[in-house]
């Protein structure tokens, strides 16, 4: 009469169950565990029987997840000893395995190093993207002449015609500079004459000194940190004075923050444009004598159509009068600051650091190569963890035999 | 000759008395029966799955039950060389107890 009020074995302790018995679906033992549970409810009562059930399941818990840890590591030994026989047998396949193995790891390792470099060249820049170089383009009789660097005067100009040109930057490199500090007298290179805007169109945070000011005035100079560290140690750099080839002092006004080195502009020191000496002169020049670096900060979303829509006044107004004492065309090339290194089509003079050009070709000679010896070391992949007993396939079994005086049960 | 051990042993006779209506449940009744003590289910079914690793058991699934909440029985049978081994242990054990002298508590000496 009791039979068919019955409850069934407890719900959670049964859900558990079935995660311990890979046979699932079939769950026999959980058959043999519920018929047992049935008849010492039946004799004792089912709060007994529930009480029994749960205390099986509560013992198997530990040695479940003992056993799944014995396994493991015991296969994990088995493979080592297993794999140290088959080196033994078969040296030179396995010294060509270690070989192809390694090479190919470390040129995968060189790979993604140098494409990690290349990938991220100037992305430190916020404004990278709507930060533009302007290149020349001298028409030729027919045939492009291209170069970098622009005519000084463009920068102002193009300021001056176009008001939605937010700002512009021209840097002109320099040739290594004696600096002399005290008694330090060094040599140093990646100095550039820039103007104040290069702090705010580019993303070089100031350490010390003030973005509007520091590089307002001629005979100012803004440092990177190693470079302020090199020439004052410890001491605050603000304010203080470095003789440049031995005639021209100049006065720190700003340390920035150390740029990445895989700029294309890599910067150490930004005298400011003024000093340059030239810089008025320089306002005036033709626009077919191409000498400084000309960048623009652009607004967001802007078609360059538009402005080349409106570039004829402009060439009308600054280059027609030279055109014939050159004979060349003069047009504009604008180049986001993210293709400068990575994606420039062509080749240009006096362009900074475009070797980009060869990458595909690297990519194709060496990563593919690098891939081909990974797949000479196929042999002996097998599984190295076992989740229990239950999950042994065919294959394991059978490494499982060759091993031998290994327990064969849980 | 392999020599089973005991458990194995009293596994294999509990299976092959029950013949046709052994698993696990009965097997571990029958085997508590003759022992006198009870075998938890852990032990009942690491033996079984020995023997049957052994190759002295073979398995096989019954039909879903009422009973048993719809789930079927694991159904367990001796295998030629199972029968062939428990013939073994039984002729050991008959050679073994065969001409001892009698054999009780009172001839101890200490």
Known sequence: M????????????ERLLKQFFPDEGIFTTIGDLEEVYQSIAEEKGSAKARFWYRSQVFKSIFSYYKNQLLWSTVMFKNYLVFTSRLIKRDKFHYFL?????????????????????????????TNADRIYRISSNYVTSGKPLLYANTSPALGPRLKEEYPEIEDF?????????????????????????????ILKVFTHPLLQGDVETCLENPNTIVLTETLARRYFGDENPMGKVIQVENQDDLTVTGVIKNPPRNSHVPIKGIISYSSWGMDQLALNVSMYEPSVYTYVLL???????????????????????????????????FLNLKDIHYNCRFQIRNAVGEQILYLRIFLHRHIHPCF??????????????????????????????????????? | MKLLSRPE??????????????????????????????????????????????????????????????RSKRMYELTREG????????????????????????????
Not at chain 1, 185 to 197: M, N
């Open chain 1, 299 to 333: 607004p967001e979303q802007y078609n360059l159509a538009t402005f080349y829509e409106k570039f004829p006044p402009f060439y009308e107004k600054y280059c027609k009068a030279d055109e014939e004492l050159y004979g060349q065309v003069y047009k504009l090339i």
């Open chain 1, 169 to 197: 930057v021209r840097v002109l490199p320099l040739p290594e500079l004696l600096f002399r500090q005290g008694d330090r007298r060094l040599y140093q290179e990646r100095i550039v004459f820039a103007d104040a805007s």
């Open chain 2, 9 to 70: 042993e009293l596994f294999l006779v509990a299976i092959w008395k029950l013949q046709d209506n052994a698993y696990a449940v009965t097997i571990r009744d029958q085997v508590n029966k003759i022992t006198g003590k009870t075998w938890s289910f852990g032990a009942t079914f690491i033996t079984l799955e020995r023997l049957v690793q052994k190759r002295y058991l073979t398995s096989y699934l019954s039909e879903p039950t009422q009973k048993r909440g719809g």
């Open chain 1, 372 to 410: 081909g010896m990974c797949q000479l070391c196929k042999y002996g992949h097998r599984p190295l963890f076992h989740s229990g007993p239950g999950d042994r396939d065919e294959k394991s079994i059978r490494v499982e035999q060759k091993g031998s005086g290994l327990p064969t049960s849980g």
């Open chain 1, 97 to 125: 395995n270690f070989l192809g193995l390694s090479t190919g790891i470390a040129c995968c390792i060189i790979t993604m190093l140098f494409l990690r470099n290349e990938l991220t060249y100037d992305q430190h820049h």
């Open chain 2, 83 to 110: 029968i062939k081994a428990l013939i073994d242990i039984k002729k050991l054990q008959e050679s073994i107890w065969d001409n001892i002298p009698r054999l009780s508590l009172s001839s101890a000496k200490k």
């Open chain 1, 2 to 13: 009791k039979k068919k009020s019955l409850p069934g074995p407890p719900r959670l302790a």
